[in-house]
């Protein structure tokens, strides 16, 4: 049987995983202590904060479906707030969805944990190295220890880092080269009591904020009282390499602006910069597959900037490598 590593447990590397079950025997590192990519969470004390992606859409059959078996067994719900768009030089309005928006429950990284039981998934291991030998590729990590050797390697990391550390004769390296990602700044802000806001979800404008919304306000979330914070990502790039504690700063003012009197100053406040927030360009591609050396690279920016876009994409690469294995999917 054919050996494969997978690097990153996002979704797009766990869906990639499951599809494989069966077909190869598949090893995913990860270099955080948790799974999930951006479908994350983070938690403080009584409070809890989906940090990185706030929801996810379906649009496809094959989405819709894992979602329909997924609310079925109740690890996913739809989310109803009362949605306003917040804009500093008008006034407040209410926004409708058109669509179901649905989060994961009891936090937003556990979908993929359910995803993931029975997988072999290694976690806090940066690999940093991928070297040819006689049988395939060796995978080194960051203190330069071996991880093992394998018939195929696909990197789920966000293109940038792709880029970075497959090696020069993937095939695909120019298309990797033109995906532009945005930064993004979380502010998470907790509260020891409740406060009634006229809304559970904002959309922001002409701010250096995008979004504020009551975590507490999703399904099956702690009622501690809090606040996710998301920064406009054009301007996250004229701070990406300011002084953390600054931005917050920045942040919490530009948050005191919209809300007035709304609320008192937080009794819980952290901040999480992600360099690699959304995919403002894409391959236009749903995978980048090199067979000749037998190595890959997917994820959302392959084709857009979704929960779902990452979901098809580990999905239709592990149908194509079936199909090139044993002329079956």
Not at 61 to 86: G, H, M, S, Y
Not at 198 to 204: K, R
Not at 207 to 213: F, N, R, V
Request: hydrophobic share 40%.
């Amino acid at each position: 049987m054919k050996s494969l590593a997978i690097i990153g447990a996002g979704i797009a590397g766990i869906t990639l995983a499951r599809q494989l079950q069966g077909s190869a025997e598949v090893r995913i590192f990860e270099k955080s202590r948790g799974l999930g990519g951006r479908m994350a969470t983070r938690r403080a004390d009584s409070y809890q904060f989906d940090h990185g992606a706030q929801f996810f859409t379906a649009r496809s059959e094959q989405f819709q479906n894992l979602i329909n078996d997924c609310v079925a067994d109740k690890q996913i719900q739809a989310w109803l707030p009362r949605i306003l768009t917040l804009d500093s030089q008008k006034k407040p309005f209410k926004r409708e969805w058109f669509e179901p928006h649905y989060v994961a429950t009891p936090d937003m990284n556990s979908l993929c944990k359910t995803l993931a039981l029975g997988l072999n998934v290694t976690m806090n291991t940066q690999v940093a190295g991928i070297d040819a030998v006689k049988q395939g590729w060796q995978l080194k990590d960051s203190s330069g220890e071996q991880l093992g050797q394998f018939d195929w390697v696909i990197s789920t990391a966000p293109a940038p880092q792709a880029n970075e550390l497959l090696p020069d004769c993937f095939a695909y390296k120019s298309q990797l080269s033109t995906v532009d990602f945005s930064p993004c700044f979380s502010l998470m802000l907790g509260y020891k009591s409740a406060h009634k806001l006229n809304f559970d979800a904002a959309v922001v404008r002409n701010s250096p904020l995008s979004w504020i919304a009551s975590n507490s306000s999703k399904p099956d979330r702690p009622s501690s009282f809090s606040l996710m914070v998301h920064s406009d990502n054009t301007w996250a790039r004229t701070q990406l390499e300011s002084n953390i504690d600054d931005v917050r700063h920045r942040m919490l003012e530009a948050l005191d602006k919209l809300m007035g009197d709304a609320l008192p100053p937080p009794d819980h406040i952290a901040i999480h910069r992600w360099k690699y927030a959304k995919a403002d360009t894409n391959c236009e591609e749903s995978f980048l597959l090199d067979e000749s050396n037998r190595l890959a690279a997917c994820g959302d920016w392959c084709s857009g900037h979704r929960v779902e876009d990452a979901y098809l994409s580990g999905l239709k690469l592990g149908e194509q490598l079936q199909t090139l294995w044993y002329g079956r999917t």
